[in-house]
Nanobody, 119 residues
Framework: QVQLVESGGGLVQAGGSLRLSCAAS????????MGWYRQAPGKQRELVAN???????NYADSVKGRFTISRDNAKNTVYLQMNSLQPEDTAVYYC?????????????WGEGTLVTVSS
């Protein structure tokens, strides 16, 4: 089992920045991928960015060049630096990890943190 605790959401004006953090605990040795999803009102949850154990990264096209994902393995924490925020970035952001259990990768989710970008 992996537990995830997010922090860093809030209200920001368009063009501003926020940094989200997600600290993992529990079976951290089994984590293979850490990342962030978001869900805006009336829309499906979508991948924002993720990072693998080899520090390979993957970004949604809509955030490339504006958001940066990173991880601190010593702190078991993944970060999402969000710059040049726009109203369309308003959503609940969820931390997500894939952890190995036997032959399977199990997903774990945080409770979510709200990011609101005002125009």
């Amino acid at each position: 089992q992996v537990q995830l605790v997010e922090s860093g959401g809030g209200l920001v004006q368009a063009g501003g920045s926020l940094r989200l953090s997600c600290a993992a605990s529990g079976s951290i040795f089994s984590i293979r991928v850490m990342g962030w999803y978001r869900q805006a009102p009336g829309k499906q949850r979508e991948l924002v960015a993720n990072i693998g154990n080899s520090d390979s990264t993957n970004y949604a096209d809509s955030v490339k060049g504006r958001f940066t994902i990173s991880r601190d393995n010593a702190k078991n924490t993944v970060y999402l630096q969000m710059n040049s925020l726009q109203p369309e970035d308003t959503a609940v952001y969820y931390c997500h990890v894939l952890a190995l259990s036997g032959l399977y990768l199990n997903p774990y989710w945080g409770e979510g943190t709200l990011v609101t970008v005002s125009s």
